[in-house]
Nanobody
């Protein structure tokens, strides 16, 4: 499967963005999808993940971010509200058919190219 992340941009603190992860190839509903981010000089970190319908979030984004999927459109989304400067990073979507730990990036086989999110204070 090929993944294409989009929707990043520059936003003021407190604002919102919605990221999209468009998939092509195999049946999208077969895949578990995760969002990760990497800020300059930092390790890549888990943001959110979604199986068929169950979701999981990093503590730092709980209550502010929502992950969802539309299998008919072969697309997953990350709605980001109440953005903070510390959310600034390159955001990546990833997918795989078998994942035991949503937060473990090594378990994701396919990765999109990343989209930059910058939150100004």
């Amino acid at each position: 499967v090929q993944l294409q992340a989009s929707g990043g941009g520059l936003v003021q603190a407190g604002g919102s963005l919605r990221l999209s992860c468009a998939a092509s190839g195999r049946t999208f509903s077969d895949y578990i999808v995760g969002w990760f981010r990497q800020a300059p000089g930092k390790e890549r970190e888990f943001v959110a993940g979604i199986r068929r319908s169950s979701t999981n979030y990093a503590d730092s984004v709980k209550g502010r971010f929502t992950i969802s999927r539309d299998n008919a459109k072969n697309t997953a989304y990350l709605q980001m509200n109440s953005l903070k400067p510390e959310d600034t990073a390159v955001y990546y979507c990833a997918a795989s058919t078998i994942i035991y730990d949503l937060g473990n990036d090594r378990q994701y086989r396919y990765w999109g190219q990343g989209t930059q999110v910058t939150v100004s204070s």
